[in-house]
């Protein structure tokens, strides 16, 4: 046991012997989880067009416009001074700005006077989709407002009226209950829903944040191999031959104490997510180590068995990062496999990232417990036995 934690302490000692390690060991990692996972808006956010409004008119014809306006599922109001809104824009904060000006009120509408100042971005999609959602607001309260005036003259026609007050309360009646059949009438798409049950409350900040972390970890894992060319390059792996040291008790310490670091790592990460992102990763503590460190096992099994095929430090470095990479993006760590075609969904599956994410998914996102990871965990611990024999038996000190 004292030469494993030997062992283990000079692989520390060599990794972060300058102070440049530790960039890659926590700061970057919290850098890229905080860019991916804190500016992914979660499914509560209101994803609809920002439309700056001044409204200087300040009249029910202009508010009731602006009520149109959210209730719009394109675009999402928000009402401004004429100076804010203009620095906004100059400042290209804003996409898209409606000006309503003061001389628009129930006669401008009724006469078909009202004009309204828009302003938009150049060669802005979200611009266009902004004008017509404004057009349709307007057009909205225009045809209330033309419903009530028809309802007027015919009134008028059978001299219904007995003073200009009357002709006013009874345009007023009939514009509340043109609006009212505005209200009720029926939608001319209809969306149907299903009615299955979802039991998965799906939060793109807990995927990202579980991709970081195997990211981040499982390439520093995989840089054990760095770790052994290092050692052949500098001649101390030969110096071991003079000791009664066997090769699986070498492996062992080499393994484990960069499994004990990489379970360091992951614990920082996931009280990043916790108490930065407000993220459950907390729920089931037993099943989340067994599962980190199935998933730490197998990465540095894999790198040992790398260690054993490359030559140099630098190969063994370049080599790392690129698996790392390569096998967190097909392992869904970047993006979610459901984006993926089925037949890739299926390929990935021989990669221990696809089996550590999704235990992490299970864990975080669909509310598992220590026997949901189990089957994952099996996988991975079946990835370290493999690799972890694999490189025993080809292991050379020189």
Same mark, same amino acid.
């Given at each position: 046991?004292?030469?494993?934690?030997?062992?283990?302490?000079?692989?520390?000692?060599?990794?972060?012997?300058?102070?440049? &390690?530790?960039? /890659?060991?926590?700061?970057?990692?919290?850098? /890229?989880?905080? #860019?991916?996972?804190?500016?992914?808006?979660?499914?509560?956010?209101?994803?609809?067009?920002?439309?700056?409004?001044?409204?200087?008119?300040?009249?029910?014809?202009?508010?009731?416009?602006?009520?149109?306006?959210?209730?719009?599922?394109?675009?999402?109001?928000?009402? %401004?001074?004429?100076?804010?809104?203009?620095? &906004?824009?100059? @400042?290209?904060?804003?996409?898209?700005?409606?000006?309503?000006?003061?001389?628009?009120? %129930?006669?401008?509408?009724?006469?078909?006077?009202?004009?309204?100042?828009?302003?938009?971005?150049?060669?802005?999609?979200?611009?266009? $989709?902004?004008?017509?959602?404004?057009?349709?607001?307007?057009?909205?309260?225009?045809?209330?407002?033309?419903?009530? !005036? =028809?309802?007027? &003259?015919?009134?008028?026609?059978?001299? *219904?009226?007995?003073?200009?007050?009357?002709?006013?309360?009874?345009?007023?009646?009939?514009?509340?209950?043109?609006?009212?059949?505005?209200?009720?009438?029926?939608?001319?798409? *209809?969306?149907?829903?299903? !009615?299955?049950?979802?039991?998965?409350?799906?939060?793109?900040?807990?995927?990202?944040?579980?991709?970081?972390?195997?990211?981040?970890? /499982?390439?520093? %894992?995989?840089?054990?191999?760095?770790?052994?060319?290092?050692?052949? &390059?500098?001649?101390?792996?030969?110096?071991?031959? *003079?000791?009664?040291?066997?090769?699986?008790?070498?492996?062992?310490?080499?393994?484990?104490?960069?499994?004990?670091?990489?379970?360091?790592?992951?614990? %920082?990460?996931?009280?990043?997510? +916790?108490?930065?992102?407000?993220?459950?990763?907390?729920?089931?503590?037993?099943?989340?180590?067994?599962?980190?460190?199935? @998933?730490?096992?197998?990465?540095?099994?894999?790198?040992?068995?790398?260690?054993?095929?490359?030559? =140099?430090?630098?190969?063994?470095?370049?080599?790392?990062? +690129?698996?790392?990479?390569? +096998?967190?993006?097909?392992?869904?760590?970047?993006?979610? #496999?459901?984006?993926?075609? @089925?037949?890739?969904?299926?390929? $990935?599956?021989?990669?221990?990232?696809?089996?550590?994410?999704?235990?992490?998914?299970?864990?975080?996102?669909?509310?598992?417990?220590?026997?949901?990871?189990?089957?994952?965990?099996?996988?991975?611990?079946?990835?370290?036995?493999? /690799?972890? *024999?694999?490189?025993?038996?080809?292991?050379?000190?020189?």
């Amino acid at each position: 046991m004292k030469k494993i934690f030997a062992i283990a302490w000079k692989d520390a000692v060599i990794r972060f012997a300058t102070s440049a &390690e530790l960039i /890659f060991f926590i700061i970057l990692p919290i850098i /890229f989880t905080l #860019l991916l996972a804190g500016g992914t808006p979660s499914g509560d956010d209101d994803n609809r067009i920002r439309l700056v409004v001044v409204d200087q008119a300040n009249t029910p014809i202009s508010q009731e416009i602006v009520a149109e306006l959210d209730r719009s599922s394109a675009v999402n109001p928000e009402v %401004l001074s004429l100076e804010e809104a203009e620095s &906004e824009f100059d @400042a290209r904060r804003a996409t898209v700005v409606l000006i309503i000006p003061t001389g628009l009120d %129930l006669k401008s509408i009724q006469d078909g006077t009202a004009q309204l100042d828009f302003r938009q971005q150049p060669n802005n999609l979200n611009a266009s $989709v902004a004008e017509r959602a404004v057009q349709t607001a307007i057009r909205r309260v225009s045809s209330a407002v033309n419903a009530a !005036n =028809t309802a007027v &003259e015919e009134a008028k026609s059978r001299g *219904t009226f007995e003073s200009f007050e009357d002709e006013q309360a009874y345009f007023n009646e009939s514009l509340q209950l043109a609006k009212s059949i505005q209200e009720d009438a029926p939608e001319r798409v *209809t969306i149907v829903e299903g !009615n299955t049950p979802d039991d998965v409350e799906y939060d793109p900040r807990a995927n990202q944040s579980a991709g970081q972390l195997i990211t981040w970890v /499982f390439i520093p %894992l995989f840089g054990i191999s760095a770790l052994f060319a290092y050692e052949r &390059e500098q001649g101390t792996l030969r110096r071991i031959l *003079t000791t009664p040291t066997s090769k699986a008790t070498f492996l062992l310490g080499t393994i484990s104490g960069q499994v004990v670091m990489a379970l360091i790592q992951m614990s %920082l990460l996931i009280l990043f997510g +916790m108490f930065a992102l407000d993220l459950n990763w907390g729920r089931e503590p037993l099943a989340l180590f067994v599962l980190l460190t199935s @998933a730490a096992l197998a990465a540095g099994a894999i790198g040992t068995t790398m260690g054993t095929f490359i030559k =140099t430090e630098g190969q063994a470095s370049g080599l790392s990062i +690129m698996m790392g990479m390569v +096998m967190s993006l097909l392992g869904g760590c970047w993006y979610p #496999l459901e984006l993926f075609p @089925a037949l890739v969904q299926n390929i $990935v599956k021989i990669l221990p990232t696809t089996w550590a994410m999704q235990g992490l998914l299970d864990l975080i996102l669909r509310n598992g417990g220590l026997m949901q990871i189990l089957p994952e965990a099996g996988v991975l611990l079946g990835f370290a036995a493999i /690799f972890f *024999t694999v490189g025993v038996m080809r292991f050379r000190y020189e």
